[in-house]
């Protein structure tokens, strides 16, 4: 079946500007993460969306990072006034829940680089 | 203090041998722990989990919990060329978050 998809696969921008990336999780997944990975860097949690839940944004860098998840299912990752630092690869990935909430399926990642 | 800690490497074994993997971390209530592997430009792929203190097995790959002493380490028998990529540990203490390390590169010598 489809897994999870990401959109675009690269960004770039200038800074100032906002930028928008999309995931589209597996059906039937109510768990969606978003990560960030700079680079030589580890996973950085940034949201969790569990269901109809308010969403875990514990690991939202500032308040220019914003997220939402519309009808449990496609997530947008919102950076406003975009700043260099920001420039990473941001992966997505959804899980099912219950025995298998700990298995992450990940997308293929969005490429921002802040000019 | 990084909730999980990995050596960046790189670490080169050359085929056929054990390649070990190490990882420590800090929350003495995780519950559960990872090995990711992730090749060059690539996402992340689950190949093992483990929960409970000892080891697990799985094809050529074996996990070891040791909660007491708060390490998770993997070893690749057999390493292949085709086992050359970044290894990632992660942890998850019962809440949403899951914390990754920095990542262990591992090149496999032909």
């Known amino acids: 079946g489809a897994g999870v998809s990401q959109s675009p696969s690269n960004k770039v921008t200038e800074k100032g500007k906002d930028v928008e990336l999309r995931c589209d999780p597996i059906?039937?997944?109510?768990?969606l993460y978003w990560y960030r990975q700079s680079l030589g860097q580890g996973l950085e949690f940034l949201i969790y969306?569990?269901?109809?839940?308010?969403?875990?944004k514990s690991g939202l860098p500032s308040d220019r990072f914003s997220a939402e998840r519309t009808g449990g299912s496609v997530s947008t990752l919102t950076i406003q006034r975009t700043q260099q630092e920001d420039s990473a690869v941001y992966l997505c990935?959804?899980?099912?829940?219950?025995?298998?909430?700990?298995?992450?399926?990940f997308g293929p990642g969005t490429r921002l680089t802040v000019l | 203090q990084k909730e999980v800690e990995q050596n960046s490497g790189p670490l080169s074994v050359p085929e056929g041998a054990i390649a070990s993997l190490n990882c420590t971390y800090s929350d003495r209530v995780s519950q559960s722990f990872f090995w990711y592997r992730q090749y060059s430009g690539k996402s992340p792929e689950l190949i093992m989990s483990?929960?409970?203190?000892g080891d697990k097995e799985d094809g050529r790959f074996t996990a070891q919990l040791n909660k007491a002493s708060q390490y998770v380490s993997l070893l690749i028998r057999d390493s292949q060329p085709s086992d050359s990529a970044t290894y990632l540990c992660a942890s998850r203490s019962g809440g949403n978050q899951f914390y990754f390390g920095t990542g262990t590169s591992l090149t496999v010598i032909p």
């Open positions: 990935a959804s899980s099912e829940t219950g025995v298998y909430a700990d298995t992450q399926y």
């Open positions: 059906s039937g997944h109510t768990a």
């Open positions: 969306f569990q269901g109809n839940s308010a969403p875990d």
């Open positions: 483990i929960y409970s203190n």
